[in-house]
């Protein structure tokens, strides 16, 4: 009897070990994928300002040579660039917030997720 409780003990810590290895695993996958999207996010981030940065530098000496005057063609670009950022402040949950929040849940929480 005392060999049957051996055994039963030595399975639940087989059991207990591949649960284990498993869920590091399951860790290593997960964060790898929230590192490489996290990745792309930033380099697509880092174009997007290099474009609005043409784009505004663009804006503002269309502004300069429409107006003749340096500072309200910087003026008005300033004025854009304030009023993007007002409304991505504004919209900041719908735009940023809850994409990401609903990413990392899922990632988390759907175990078929890859």
Known sequence: MDEKYK????SLKHSAKV??????????EKLSILLSR?????VM????ACALFLLEWGLTHWLI???GSLW???????????????LLYGYRKQL?????????????LDPEEK
Do not use: H
């Not at 996290?38 to 930033?42: N, P, Q």
């Not at 309200?72 to 007002?86: A, D, F, K, T």
């Open 45 to 48: 981030v880092i174009f997007a």
């Open 96 to 108: 940023v917030i809850n994409p990401v929040t609903r990413f990392v849940t899922k990632l988390l």
């Open 65 to 67: 040579q429409l107006t």
């Open 38 to 42: 996290g990745i792309i996010v930033l």
């Open 19 to 28: 649960e284990l290895e498993y869920s590091k695993l399951t860790l290593a």
């Open 72 to 86: 309200i063609g910087v003026l008005v670009s300033l004025v854009v660039l304030l009023l993007l950022l007002l």
């Open 7 to 10: 055994q039963i003990i030595e």
